[in-house]
């Protein structure tokens, strides 16, 4: 594994590989009291934000320093991207200082690859070796946070392969749906997603899910629901006529987690918009997963570090 | 070192020569662990800690036998080396094992390391920066069920199951029934395939 751009270019052995990493790295530090490991001592990881984010790039950064690892943050805030410079540049510069992993999140699906493709023709004249990680390009992928969502769904239900998993909310503006329809796929889990007909992206019949009309008739028979956070930031229409009625349709009340069955997880990548997307007292009761997501986020991110890091260089 | 061996299941059954029987591996592991509660007065205080995955099953064998002669089962565990190896930039990143402290920890208790086999010293290196990453033994001991010597640091095992003078192309397979479906200690010599 060169980079990490895409759950597509997992396949189920590197992706359940990548899962038992995760694990491991767990067990390592279960009950120490100095959670630092050597492994990727002398090497740099730079994250590179083009967007907000809290746990996505704290994740990655502790991820790097529990592995002994040095890493470093740039925001396009307070960096030479508010005078102007391309990303091209940019991420060409911070390879040049020798950086050996550049984890981006960028507003343009898209753009991990790009940058990818940049820094591979670079290698041939500077013979640098640095990955990329994609953390959330645009409405394409996010496949750190797909990863520890497996993580945690195998975590709770003992395996993903035959399990049913819904996705509900806005599906077309989220790149958290897109990685885990793929990867889960890829599993072997039967993916179902619910959203109001304007935010399923166009192309959906082509996904490997089922798409269902009406969330009640739905949760009876899933082991996990994932609820997404509705993106006002992406939205430029309306998509729905108001958020009451988006909550009445779509939201996880309280009621209707009551339709699920025992033994379901429920998700939510973060951030929550309580009481649209999900009910505070679902996000707060047992079945919620929400915070081991988080948590799991640190291993699942070490474990990607681990796999693109700790081994020679291919 | 234990790699000589990994990833090769055709060696269970090329054929090489035998060291160890099935039974000597047995009395083998007796004896070390007489070895041991000799050494520790009863085996009061002791934690075997395997190194995976033949030394973690070993770790478990020597309990059982320990439990067979003084009544009681010293705490088993096993810690994985892998992410404090010194070459792990020389080969594609391994997949990771066991890791498993048991609930006591590791603090003042005389742990003893058990591996299968002992080569370069480097593994062991390893685990023993891994081991105090979980606590402060009062002390480690390392019980090694072969000694193939070509050591590279200065380690030596506090007790040997058996001394075996080999070149560096040659390999030492240990089979062991919980993985490999029987006991024993075989020498095969490079170039010789299955």
Request: proline content about 5%.
């Amino acid at each position: 594994m060169k980079h990490l751009l895409s759950v597509t270019d997992l396949d189920a052995a590197t992706a359940t590989g990548l899962l038992d990493t995760a694990d491991r790295l767990k067990q390592a530090l279960l009950g120490r009291e100095v959670r630092k490991l050597p492994t990727l001592r002398g090497r740099t990881v730079i994250t590179m934000f083009y967007e907000d984010s809290t746990r996505t790039r704290v994740s990655f950064e502790i991820a790097g320093k529990w592995m002994s690892a040095d890493t470093v943050n740039v925001s396009a805030k307070g960096s030479s991207v508010s005078k102007g410079e391309s990303l091209r540049d940019t991420s060409l510069t911070l390879s040049a200082m020798g950086a050996d992993c550049v984890i981006v999140r960028h507003p343009a699906s898209g753009a991990a690859h790009r940058l990818a493709g940049w820094i591979d023709r670079d290698r041939a004249t500077t013979g640098t070796h640095t990955s990329i990680v994609n953390a959330g390009d645009g409405t394409h992928e996010h496949p750190t946070q797909a990863l520890l969502d497996a993580a945690t769904l195998r975590d709770r239900l003992g395996g993903i392969a035959g399990r049913r998993i819904g996705i509900v909310g806005d599906v077309l503006h989220s790149r958290v749906a897109r990685s885990n329809v793929f990867l889960l796929a890829t599993l072997g889990a039967e993916v179902v997603l619910v959203a109001p007909p304007t935010l399923l992206p166009v192309g959906v019949d082509q996904w490997p899910a089922r798409v269902g009309t009406e969330l009640d008739a739905e949760l009876p028979a899933l082991d996990a629901v994932m609820m997404l956070r509705v993106q006002a930031e992406r939205m430029h229409g309306s998509f729905f006529p108001s958020a009451r009625e988006y909550a009445i349709g779509y939201g996880l009340s309280a009621e209707r987690a009551a339709l699920l069955p025992e033994h379901a997880v429920v998700l939510h990548p973060g951030p929550m918009v309580r009481g649209m997307e999900i009910a505070p007292s679902v996000a707060d009761s047992a079945s919620a997963a929400i915070l081991a997501q988080v948590s799991n986020g640190v291993h699942v991110r070490m474990a990607v570090l681990y796999h693109l890091l700790a081994g020679a260089p291919e | 070192m234990a790699d000589d061996r990994r990833g090769d299941p055709a060696g269970a059954t090329s054929p090489a020569r035998e060291l160890l029987s099935a039974a000597d591996v047995t009395r083998t592991i007796a004896r070390i662990a007489h070895q041991i509660i000799e050494k520790t007065a009863g085996a009061s205080g002791v934690v075997l800690i395997g190194i995976p995955t033949r030394g973690a099953v070993l770790a478990q064998r020597l309990a059982d036998a320990i439990a067979e002669f003084e009544g009681s089962a010293p705490p088993v565990g096993s810690v994985d080396p892998t992410l404090y190896r010194d070459d792990l930039r020389r080969r594609p990143a391994r997949a990771l094992e066991d890791t498993a402290v048991p609930d006591g920890g590791l603090d003042d208790a005389l742990v003893v390391l058990v591996d299968d086999v002992l080569m370069s010293g480097r593994t062991v290196r390893a685990a023993l920066d891994a081991l105090s990453d979980h606590g402060r033994p009062r002390a480690v001991q390392l019980a090694v069920l072969v000694d193939r010597g070509h050591r590279e640091l200065p380690i030596r095992a506090d007790d040997v199951g058996k001394n075996v003078p080999t070149a560096r192309d040659e390999q030492i397979l240990v089979l062991l029934s919980e993985i490999d479906g029987s006991d024993g200690v075989r020498l095969r010599r490079s170039g010789e395939d299955g």
